[in-house]
């Protein structure tokens, strides 16, 4: 007897491969829903590639868009909302656009674990001369509970520069040539500041945010100028004159 053997059609055949990567594809959407990391690796054996999302399993979020050179801030945000805790984890910073920016990291603080359903900040210090928008990278790893999961992510910041929050009003009598006040960050005090009047250049310090150098107090002579060399910053005056 003549057994005839059928090969199924080359479309009948992709179909069926298809079908069976759909049903593949949905089974680990079941198993996994969605999630924030880049890949993630579970004791089944199972290595997946998914999408942002805002439930993730490894939550990100970025919670700072700009920051003072020399300040501490909260920039992203990680949660853990796997079932188990992530007793290992490390977060990896680096500036992405290092080469066409005059910026650099100061320090970092991160968790180094994230308890189940626990959410943590990562902070950075950032120093620039100028003010300039940094491209922060963040490689995060976590593992524990049989799972391990990575995820890369940037996030454009701010940098402000002493110069770009360090302010010098002129107040007082005589369209402000008495009085001298100069604002900014706490961090950035005592203020050295080199004081131009009509009897010559005299120097003072400024200890506090919204101190004054003043005319008859701190320096002697009507102020045409207040400087602060130390952060390149110069102010010129009103003209007594004008107006």
């Given at each position: 007897m003549n057994v005839i053997t059928r090969t199924p059609p080359a479309r009948t055949s992709a179909l069926?491969?298809?079908s069976v990567l759909l049903a593949f594809t949905a089974a680990v959407g079941?198993?996994?829903g969605t999630a924030g990391f880049s890949a993630m690796e579970a004791d089944r054996g199972l290595a997946v590639n998914?999408?942002?999302d805002e439930n993730a399993y490894l939550g990100y979020e970025p919670i700072a868009n700009a920051t003072g050179s020399g300040e501490p801030t909260a920039v992203v945000e990680y949660r853990n909302?796997?079932?188990d805790s992530l007793d290992r984890f490390d977060v990896d910073v680096s500036i992405a656009n290092a080469e066409h920016v005059d910026a650099s990291i100061e320090s970092t603080t991160a968790p180094d674990e994230l308890g189940?359903?626990?959410a943590s900040p990562v902070t950075v210090t950032l120093s620039c001369s100028a003010e300039?928008?940094?491209?922060?990278?963040?490689e995060a790893d976590g593992s524990g509970g049989g799972t391990s999961v990575s995820l890369e992510r940037t996030h454009t910041v701010t940098c402000l520069s002493p110069a770009d929050q360090i302010t010098v009003d002129f107040v007082g009598k005589g369209n402000g040539n008495g009085n001298a006040r100069i604002n900014g960050p706490e961090r950035y005090y005592p203020l050295d500041v080199e004081v131009?009047?009509?009897q010559g250049i005299q120097n003072t310090t400024v200890h506090a945010p919204g101190g004054k150098v003043r005319n008859g107090g701190h320096v002697s002579g009507r102020?045409?100028?207040v400087r602060i060399p130390e952060y390149g910053i110069e102010k010129r005056a009103p003209d007594p004159s004008a107006g």
């Open positions: 069926r491969t298809l079941l198993v996994f998914v999408t942002d909302r796997f079932g189940e359903g626990n300039a928008d940094v491209e922060l990278s963040f131009v009047t009509n102020i045409q100028m």
